[in-house]
Structures are given as C-alpha cells and as structure tokens.
C-alpha cells in the first residue's frame, strides 16, 4: 500500500509539474543537500544522480536544471487508514528526503521531491531511479487531512414487530460520515411489544414507556410458573363495586408484597434473584416485578400520561399508552378494599432495611405525579411486570 501511495505522489507531482502555470526559474533558491537510497540530489542546480557503469562502478553523472518545479499535494486520509498515518508518512518521506523534518496534520510543509521513482519492492534497500522525461528536482508543498473515525455505543428501543435489520442484544453498524470516513456505533438493542401469557394462560400486551418495556395490563394469576399456589390473590369486592368477574377483567389482583415476590406471608428471606438481578416473582419467565428505578421511570412523565381516559374520577389523557387504571388496594387495617375510581399502587421487589413494609408507585385522582410510597407488605396492590433486558439497567 505504502509503495503504491508514494508511487502515486510522485505520479501526481510529476502530473502537476507538466500541467503548472506558475513554474518559476529559481536563481538564488539557497542550497540543500540530501541523500535518498542511491540517489543524491542539492537543491538548485545541478542534478546528481549515481549510475552505474558496464563495470558497476559507480559513477556521478551530472545533469543541468534549468528550474525548480513547484508542486502542491493535498492527501486526505482517515484516522485508521495506515496508508495515510503521519507516523508512517513521516518515516517514508524522511528516508528518501534524507534528513529529519515533520508533516504537519491540517497544514503545510515545504519539503524537496528528488527527481526520481520511489522503489520500495524491497524494505531494506528502498531507493529511487528515474525513468520519465524530466530529471527535475521540485520543491512540493504538501497538505495532509487526517478526518476523525467516531466509534459510539448507542442504545436502540424497537417494537418487535419493526425490527429494521437489527437483532435483539449487540449490533455493530458502519456508518458513512465526514469525508467519506466510516464510522462504528455499537447498538444494543431493546425490543418490547410482543404479547406474553402467564403461567394460567392469561395474555398481556407490552409496550415501552420511557426507558423500560412493560405489560400494559395488571397481572391476574393465580399460580407461579412452576405451578405452585399464590396464596393470597385478591379480586376487589365492595358494595359499590359487587361483581367480581368485572372487577377482575378490568382491573386484574391483588397481592401482598410476599405474593408479588414468591415468598412465604411473614418471611423475612430475600426474593430468589434471576441473573442476580430480577426478582421474577408471579411474572412470567424473562420478565420481573419492578425494582425501584423502573418505577422511579414513571414519575417524569406526570400522572394524566400514565392514567387511562375513563374510570377514574378524574380521568388522565394516557398519553404514553400505560393504561394506568383506578384499581383500588386491599386495606389490611380495616380488612375492606378500598378506593377503586380513586386509587392504584403498584409493588416493587424493595423491602425496608428493617423488612416491615416495602416500595410502590402510587397514582391518585387528586395527584398530578406517581408518587414513591412505603407500606407493609401485607396491603393489598396492583402488579405490574418489567421485561428483564441488562441494558436497560
């Protein structure tokens, strides 16, 4: 590659040379010597080039200049292409010029191009011989353009059922940018949107909403997914609101703090971790009961985006389709249900450090924010499921 690049400047330098319209006779150029392979060479006149006779001595043989040709190159290169690194183009140039000076990035160099073709067939005897028309040395001014490379990671959000080209987890893309440089970002790739059952068969649709992908319904099963009972599984009943299976469909269980994450009423073991990180709970396998920085997510987006457009006594605009609905809680305390049309919680995995009550999201008719809220773990609340994808963590 080297070779053919340097072959390609003294091309072009010769090129421009024929064509130029500002060549000068140069009669007071100052003096400069160099030495370059088997070629030696002063600035000015005349022009020395060794030979070598029939009996391979070598001899000088000297050849009147009449002028010194002006050149001006401009390279432009890619901050990974090697052809063009400066480090290596300083080397190069260096050893046939025969004496030390630097390419500048973005700028310009005066430097002395011997009459001759660079020959680097061979890397331990690189030297130059001439075979065109014009035994000229030429002063060339020489612009070198390194263009950056960008390599960024970048997360991409995609519905299932658009995909574009991606596939779920790692994805590398090269993209043509400045100057014709590619450049590399590193997707990950979350996907949301595909309808899951749970373990009695009982199907949700999902959606993102911000940065995590959720189940758009309250869950309702009764067992885990390896079949075992959830014990305490609630549907609302009251006098205002007697018909369970309504209640049921609209507005799904709920379930104590154990419940939601498969652990015994009163006990003060840590949930069973997935991957170390999910509590999975009374969701389906790949997906988890919220931790707090999924809940946490909900709060920017204010109360009407996440309430549904009817039911509630002051219903939202559900703007970003999480179809919050006023599913009341189970009041241990009183042992009623309460506040359905005015109220929803919804559990995370987190229990206190003194392991008496647990977090929860909470919506209200009154209140323009989800709230971050504390209770014992034996109230009664809704359930909603994160799916379980590292990098959204």
């Known amino acids: 590659m080297f070779k053919k690049l340097f072959i390609y400047l003294i091309m072009i330098s010769a090129s421009l ?42 001899i000088a043989e000297g050849v009147q200049q009449a002028q010194i040709l002006y050149n001006h190159i401009v390279l432009d290169g890619c901050q990974n292409d090697e052809a063009v690194s400066p480090t290596r183009l300083v080397a190069d140039f260096n050893f046939f010029r025969g004496y030390d000076s630097t390419i500048q990035f973005n700028g310009e160099e005066l430097f002395i191009l011997p009459a001759g073709h660079y020959d680097s ?71 949301c949107g595909e309808d899951i059952t749970d373990a009695d068969g009982n199907l949700y649709n999902t959606l993102f909403v911000g940065r995590y992908c959720w189940t758009q319904q309250n869950l309702q099963p009764t067992h885990y997914t390896n079949g075992e009972d959830i014990p305490n599984n609630m549907i609302y009943y009251s006098q205002e609101h007697p018909n369970r299976d309504e209640n049921l469909e609209q507005y799904g269980r709920l379930y104590t703090w154990y419940d939601a994450v498969n652990l015994p009423e009163g006990s003060t073991d840590d949930p069973v971790l997935t991957d170390g990180i999910f509590v999975q709970g009374l969701c389906p396998e790949g997906w988890h009961i919220p931790y707090e920085r999924n809940m946490e997510n909900l709060v920017s987006f204010g109360a009407p985006a996440l309430k549904s457009t009817n039911l509630w006594l002051e219903p939202g605009n559900n703007s970003t389709r999480f179809t919050a609905y006023p599913a009341g809680i189970f009041n241990p305390n009183t042992n009623r249900f309460e506040n359905m049309l005015g109220e929803t919680r919804y559990w995370t995995d987190h229990s206190s450090a003194d392991g008496s009550s647990a977090t929860n999201g909470v919506l209200t008719h009154s209140c323009s924010e989800l709230v971050i809220d504390s209770k014992t773990k034996n109230y009664g609340f809704s359930v909603r499921c994160v799916k379980n994808q590292i990098g959204n963590l």
């Open 17 to 58: 040379s024929m064509r130029a319209q500002t060549t000068e006779c140069v009669r007071t150029f100052s003096s400069a010597c160099g030495q370059a392979g088997n070629v030696s060479f002063s600035v000015g006149q005349p022009f020395y080039q060794q030979i070598k006779n029939a009996s391979d001595l070598e």
């Open 121 to 191: 067939t061979d890397v331990d005897s690189r030297h130059y011989s001439w075979d065109g028309p014009f035994n000229y040395d030429s002063v060339t001014t020489m612009v070198l353009d390194v263009w950056p490379i960008y390599e960024k990671y970048d997360t991409l959000r995609l519905d299932i059922h658009d995909m574009q080209g991606f596939d779920e987890g790692d994805n590398d893309r090269t993209l043509v940018t400045l100057k014709g440089c590619d450049s590399l970002v590193h997707y990950y790739v979350l996907t």
